[in-house]
């Protein structure tokens, strides 16, 4: 009966595709000016977009593919359930996480805004719509009381629950200074009850179809706000006498976060409305895949979404100046949505509501082989990127450049990897088109124990060559993801690159040169943990290579801002010792 | 905790708006190590710490503050219901070996190393939650 089905739909896909929609269909005024749904090249509200850089769902949608049937977890600041456009979306299982009612307030709007680009209801005359507007929702002001049982009871615990949700949207991050140790006393604990309880929801939850975590990758490309003990600091670069001159480099990794380097979360960055990386999109190896974000709508396409109701609270407020161009079409009397959304948090809604479609394309797919075909079906956006190459003078007083950014690469399984945008563009329609024809789910999932070496290695200084080290593999694994562990003794790490090269040649950066670390505490860095998309569906038996290189030797440095404590200098004075290298180890997931 | 947070939002937002006054003015960049190392070193040592406490990451010394909730990490010869009654613990949650516990003790950190002490607690550590953990959106509402 299930192939039946599968087939029946394949062929009414078929038919719809030679239809080829081109526009969305629905009666919400401000539909048209959403271009994450179907970019026409002139939905921006005061600026051109470009055509066809969107989620491509139209056939998706003339199929009636909805989300129906599959509940949303959204992560956040709460939800106002009452609103007009998610209230006949909202379900059972939404919790205010301070006191304990049903009902989660959001003091904010953030999470509010993401619902509805996840969820908000079509054809019902308000605002505009959600990417699967038929979903469920679910809601947990998780941001404003960040207690591990907070954080159990809005990710699935327990599993014997009433919550059923099948994706769990997280559009929030830490920003740290400098990676955790994972191993240390104050963290592994939490850690390992973390993992536990991602890994017990991912794959055994809803009688075993599992459910996706959903996490935005970051707003830190240009810089930070992180605490040294309990006081906020600005972080940013600072070169060639220059503030926020990082030579076209991401500032802040978003592997940085030890629970983006998690492989139960699936990370995602934003790309804007012209179909390029987001100015603010945090970046790194541990990107899976990307989604439309937008940027500030005062100078491009933010996205448009629900805001807390009334003109009072949210966003779109009679103070605010980012929607005066929304309020001036007349189209939102009641300032219930707003234009002034953007950042990965939308990237990580987008890609919740794209999840929740192809999941209803195919109730029977597991949360692994759904991500799969997400990986599969990804589209190479901005394809001519080619990268970041950064110049500077090796100790020898000679000028070399460096790939610390590498372009779009073709990785050994056919994948096309890179560390702006993980293995591509959510395509919505490819997706589906995929689930609808997928019976086999993949193969049960393994992780390899970790392999170790820890021999002592010498980084040279400002050295393009750096040092090399590998480690044989024999696991007969099809790779999902790479996990690396690894401990340096560097003084000044924002100069070094730290690479990951697979038997099959794929060149894996998972620290580019530049990054806004500090070492606050000046001792060694001890187990930080990185994790890599770029190896998905390679072999991971066979002979494994790190490279770390010292990108400078002193030209540069790290600002903070306080307001008490005024501008400071870090990272001002080159390491006068080279750096080492005192262990490495690699995890793999895959099957 | 709520306020704490707004606290903290508006410390940031200021401190960001007061960046472009400093760079304006030109204001002098000091040497930073010596203020941050200070900052991060403040609280680790502390003998009693509380709900709402801060303390630093060991490595990167960013700050965490103690949500109140204690995590334990049980042998299978531990029993929970005693361990509960001697400390007045309230379960907050199992998974498999690990609880999530609360407690009526202010001095968290004393109630810590006495569980560690436990022979039938592999391990015992305060709940931490990451300041600057927060949402990611870009939305400045400037007043117009």
Redesign the interface.
Known sequence: MYIKKTLLSCCLLGAFSSLAADHLTNSDPLTPYQWHLNNSGHNGLTTNTVAGEDLNLLNTDMQGIKGDGVTVTVI??GIELTHPDLVNNVTTGSLNL?TSTVTPTD??G??T?VAGIIAAQENNNIGGRGVAPNADLVGFNY???????SW?QSHG??LTGSANSRVYNQ???????????VD???H???L??KE??MQ?VSLNSNNGLGALFVK?A??AFYQY??????????VFPYEQQQ?FNNAGLPFHNANLSTDNASFWNMLVSAYNANGKLAS?SSVGANVFLTAPGGE?AQSQAGIVTTDMSGCAAG?N??????D?PLQNTGLDSHCNATA???????A?ANTSGAIALVMSANPQLDARTIKHILATTARKLDGNNAGVDINFTNANGDAVSYNAIPGWQQNAAGYNVHPFYGLGAIDVDAAVVMAQQTTALLPTLQVSDWHTADTELTIPDANVNGVQDTLAITDNLTIEAVQLKLSIDHSRMRDLAVELISPSGTRSVLLSPRTGL?N????P??NALLLSQHFYGESAAGQWQIRLIDTDNGTSQT?????Q??????N?INNNVDGTVLSWSLRFYGH | ??TT?VM?VL??I???L??AQ??TKN???????A???S?????NNANSLQLGD????????????L???V?L?LTTQANFSQLASRYNLQL??R??D?V?V?TATNNIQQLVQQLTQEPTIK??????????????????????
Do not use: W
């Not at chain 1, 941001?143 to 049982?149: K, N, V």
């Not at chain 2, 801060?54 to 503050?65: A, E, F, K, M, P």
């Open positions: 956040d600041s301070l003091n904010t953030h999470g805004a941001l404003d009381a960040q207690t591990m049982s159990l615990m327990p559009s929030y991050s830490s920003k740290p200074a400098l990676f955790k140790n240390a006393e104050e592994t604990l939490s390992q009850l536990r309880v017990q935005s970051g707003n706000t992180t605490f040294f003990g309990n006081t906020p600091f600005q503030p603010y500030n966003f407020t009679i103070n605010s100046t980012i005066i002034a959304m953007y950042g990965t948090s939308a990580a500090i606050a505490t000046g001792t860095v001890q600002l903070l801002y306080n307001e404590a005024g501008l400071l200098s870090m001002d | 905790m709520k947070i903290l410390t940031f200021v401190s960001t007061s960046l400093a760079q204001t002098a960049v000091k040497p930073g190590a203020i941050i190392a900052l991060t070193s403040q609280t801060s303390i630093t990451d060991s490595q990167s010394g960013n700050g965490l503050q949500t109140g909730e995590l990490q907050k949650h998974v498999g690990i999530v609360t391990q015992a550590s305060f709940d931490l939650r990451e300041l600057g953990l927060s949402a990611d959106p870009q939305v400045i509402n400037k007043p117009r």
